[in-house]
């Protein structure tokens, strides 16, 4: 999934200084799961955001609306009825932040605010804890290590590893990180294919993803 986080809530409580009456918009997607910006957390923001302003003496009228997902037309598309019949100063975004963007594609009359900061694409390690997993590169690999990706977990993104600051299973960088490279040579060791790191891979070639440009993926078959 990705993971995201809310933003300060004096951050937020900056975007909305001008505004008196705003439409805060979460997202059943990812950032549900992720406990950053489901219908609870509009919730909790909208609760704040008015004690806040109300403490101020400068009340905020905030509407709440949470989305199956903002990062489809189809449902990007029920923000207009309550565009349409509401004076909103600006739309807040509780989704990732393609929501945001999203938003200010289809609606080109209304400011929008990102409240969440979008961190990375990873899982939960435990309950309230998640981790990054995979940087979407365009070209996974991780088979030849094992199942890891050495390209998000490893902190050089090394292809060929470890690298010398690796010392008991963690990595140089911090204590609290574990070196992928070790639990990847772990892995191989116990699925007895420790030959196959003798390979050297090439640095990642990164020409294949991002350095064209921003990327996008054609599928003819479901075009309609
Ligand atoms: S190699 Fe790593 S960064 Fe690339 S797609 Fe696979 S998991 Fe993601
Ligand atoms: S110690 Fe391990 S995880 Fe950290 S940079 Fe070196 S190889 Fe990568």
């Given at each position: 999934?990705?993971?995201?986080?809310?933003?300060?809530?004096?951050?937020?409580?900056?975007?909305?200084?001008?505004?008196?009456?705003?439409?805060?918009?979460?997202?059943?997607?990812?950032?549900?799961?992720?406990?950053?910006?489901?219908?609870?957390?509009?919730?909790?923001?909208?609760?704040?955001?008015?004690?806040?302003?109300?403490?101020?003496?400068?009340?905020?009228?905030?509407?709440?609306?949470?989305?199956?997902?903002?990062?489809?037309?189809?449902?990007?598309?029920?923000?207009?009825?309550?565009?349409?019949?509401?004076?909103?100063?600006?739309?807040?975004?509780?989704?990732?932040?393609?929501?945001?963007?999203?938003?200010?594609?289809?609606?080109?009359?209304?400011?929008?605010?990102?409240?969440?900061?979008?961190?990375?694409?990873?899982?939960?390690?435990?309950?309230?804890?998640?981790?990054?997993?995979?940087?979407?590169?365009?070209?996974?690999i991780i088979?030849h290590f094992?199942?890891l990706c050495p390209i998000a977990r490893c902190?050089k993104s090394l292809m060929n590893g470890?690298?010398?600051?690796?010392?008991?299973?963690?990595?140089?960088?911090?204590?609290?990180?574990?070196?992928v490279w070790?639990?990847i040579?772990?892995?191989?060791?116990?699925?007895?294919?420790?030959?196959?790191?003798?390979?050297?891979f090439?640095?990642?070639?990164?020409?294949?993803?991002?350095?064209?440009?921003?990327?996008?993926?054609?599928?003819?078959?479901?075009?309609?």
């Amino acid at each position: 999934m990705i993971v995201a986080e809310r933003k300060p809530i004096k951050e937020i409580l900056a975007m909305v200084a001008d505004f008196k009456k705003i439409l805060l918009v979460g997202c059943k997607g990812c950032v549900t799961v992720c406990n950053a910006g489901g219908t609870k957390e509009v919730g909790i923001l909208a609760s704040a955001l008015k004690i806040a302003r109300k403490k101020e003496g400068n009340p905020i009228e905030i509407d709440e609306m949470t989305l199956e997902r903002q990062c489809d037309p189809e449902y990007i598309d029920q923000l207009e009825e309550p565009l349409k019949n509401n004076n909103y100063d600006a739309v807040l975004s509780m989704a990732c932040s393609v929501g945001p963007q999203f938003i200010a594609r289809r609606y080109d009359n209304i400011l929008v605010y990102p409240t969440l900061n979008t961190c990375f694409m990873g899982g939960a390690l435990e309950h309230g804890v998640w981790a990054e997993f995979c940087q979407g590169c365009g070209n996974c690999i991780i088979h030849h290590f094992g199942g890891l990706c050495p390209i998000a977990r490893c902190s050089k993104s090394l292809m060929n590893g470890p690298c010398g600051g690796s010392a008991g299973g963690k990595c140089e960088v911090s204590p609290d990180i574990d070196c992928v490279w070790h639990l990847i040579y772990d892995r191989m060791k116990q699925l007895g294919k420790l030959d196959q790191l003798r390979e050297i891979f090439p640095i990642k070639d990164w020409s294949t993803s991002r350095d064209g440009g921003p990327r996008k993926i054609v599928r003819e078959d479901l075009k309609k």
